[in-house]
Each structure stands twice: as structure tokens, then as C-alpha cells.
């Protein structure tokens, strides 16, 4: 069937890409599970941080299981109790995700594949609450390697004001995670309704939030460019990580 532009929601088989006319463009490239899936994504930073330890430092100490369980269940001693965040690689919108200082709370026998992280115990916060930014990056081309990242997004936000984890508040999901899908049912969630207010409400723009963070820790150093100038370098390694 002849086509200018395919749009699909699903992974894209390599035999469509070799069939495909050269003014035919796709919105996939073969091997995108190689970011897109946790295990997968985790597996690559593992292996860039080993050979290039300083430049891959931007993400926490992490273990794919049951793979790597023996080195996993060295963490948990009596000294110091620490915290991990435990996550189901094929799960999304924050299904199945928890916080744990038991390693026996993970069921490996289940067959389900898990990736582990340290868990951020001091986060930076604004407001007292957790946030994550959804940064878009659009991957032009792989030959050369061709990327644009848009200079605007969205900040989402927690809707309980954080605490350091402790036993009683490890399954608070409103604290500790910021998902849009499980905050928009909390009772402090705030819907913005007016576009031209992204300062305010559980989800904000990443324009207002890192002009909050210059104009807050107010350092030569912390500016709205600069903080992009640190996003363009974690994208870029994060994409390289699945080259050959």
C-alpha cells in the first residue's frame, strides 16, 4: 500500500522499515525498545557508566531482577536500613510500583521482571512536594545522530507534601511518586483550568519550574540555561546508550 506518513502507537517490524520508499517516513525506528522498556534502558546506562564512569553519574544505583538479585540482596544489612524503589518493566503510569526496605517483599517466583533504584531519600522540592519533569526529545535521524529537545513540557507534581521514607509512610503512592495517573485521584490534587497560569496546581510547565529554581537558589551557576544545557547532555547520553 503506498503511504507518505505512518503513524503507529506500536514497535515498527524491520521488514516494513526495508520495504519502505525513501520519501516514506515512520514515527519508529527498529530497536526503540532498547530505551523504552526499563529493563532494556537500565541495561545500556549499566554498561556505558562501567566504561565511562564520570560522564554517566546522572542516575542512581541500579539493579535488574531477577537477574541480578545476589548483588541486590548484599544491600539489605543490619547496620543501615535503606530505601529502594522497585518497579515492573513492563508496567507504566506507575502500576505496580513501590517503595521497600524488605528484599523479601519483591516476589521473584512470580516470573515478572523488576528494575530496582536507590531511592532518592533528599529530593529537590518545591512547594514540600516531589516532582518529575517530561522532557520532549525528538530523534530526527540515527545516521548521523540528529535530536531536537523542546524548550517546554510539563512538571508533575505530588499531592502530599514529602517526608523522608520511613516504615509507615513507604506505601503513601501520593508522597513518594508523581505520576499523573495515581495523583489525579488524591483529594489535593489541583486541576489548572487557566493556560495562562503554569506556576500553580499538580501540573505545571518546565518553563515555570526552572525559572522558580534560578530565581530560588539565585547561583551564577543555576540558570534556566544552564539547567537545559544539563538536560540536552543527560538526552544525548541516554540515546548514544543504545547505539552499537
Known amino acids: 500500500m503506498d503511504w507518505d506518513l505512518y503513524w503507529a502507537d506500536t514497535g515498527i517490524q524491520p521488514q516494513l522499515i526495508q520495504k519502505m520508499q525513501s520519501y516514506q517516513r515512520i514515527n519508529h525506528y527498529p530497536g526503540m525498545y532498547s530505551l523504552s522498556h526499563k529493563n532494556h534502558l537500565c541495561r545500556n546506562l549499566k554498561r556505558m557508566q562501567k566504561?565511562?564512569?564520570?560522564?554517566?553519574?546522572?542516575?542512581?544505583?541500579?539493579?535488574?531482577?531477577p537477574f541480578e538479585a545476589s548483588d541486590f540482596k548484599g544491600q539489605f544489612t543490619k547496620k543501615?536500613?535503606?530505601?529502594?524503589?522497585?518497579?515492573?518493566?513492563a508496567n507504566c503510569q506507575g502500576k505496580g510500583i513501590f517503595l521497600t526496605r524488605d528484599?523479601?517483599?519483591?516476589?521473584?517466583?512470580?516470573?515478572?521482571?523488576?528494575?530496582v533504584q536507590r531511592y532518592l531519600h533528599k529530593p529537590y522540592l518545591i512547594d514540600n512536594l516531589k516532582f518529575d519533569m517530561r522532557i520532549y526529545v525528538l530523534v530526527y535521524g540515527v545516521d548521523p545522530l540528529r535530536v531536537f529537545v523542546f524548550r517546554e513540557g510539563l512538571a508533575r507534581f505530588a499531592t502530599e507534601e514529602y517526608t523522608g521514607p520511613f516504615k509507615n509512610n513507604l506505601d503513601n503512592l501520593y508522597m513518594h511518586l508523581t505520576n499523573y495517573a495515581i495523583n489525579k485521584n488524591s483529594e489535593n490534587f489541583e486541576a489548572n483550568e487557566d493556560s495562562a497560569d503554569d506556576e500553580t496546581g499538580?501540573?505545571?510547565?518546565?518553563?515555570?519550574?526552572?525559572?522558580y529554581i534560578e530565581e530560588q537558589e539565585k547561583n551564577p551557576k543555576i540558570t534556566v540555561d544552564k539547567l537545559w544545557e544539563q538536560i540536552d547532555d543527560i538526552a544525548v547520553k541516554t540515546l548514544i546508550s543504545a547505539q552499537p
Open 202 to 211: 499538580s501540573k505545571r510547565s518546565i518553563s515555570a519550574v526552572l525559572k
Open 51 to 65: 566504561f565511562f564512569s564520570n560522564e554517566f553519574e546522572f542516575f542512581p544505583r541500579t539493579w535488574i531482577l
Open 80 to 89: 543501615k536500613a535503606k530505601t529502594f524503589i522497585v518497579k515492573p518493566v
Open 103 to 115: 528484599y523479601e517483599s519483591i516476589d521473584l517466583k512470580s516470573g515478572e521482571q523488576f528494575v
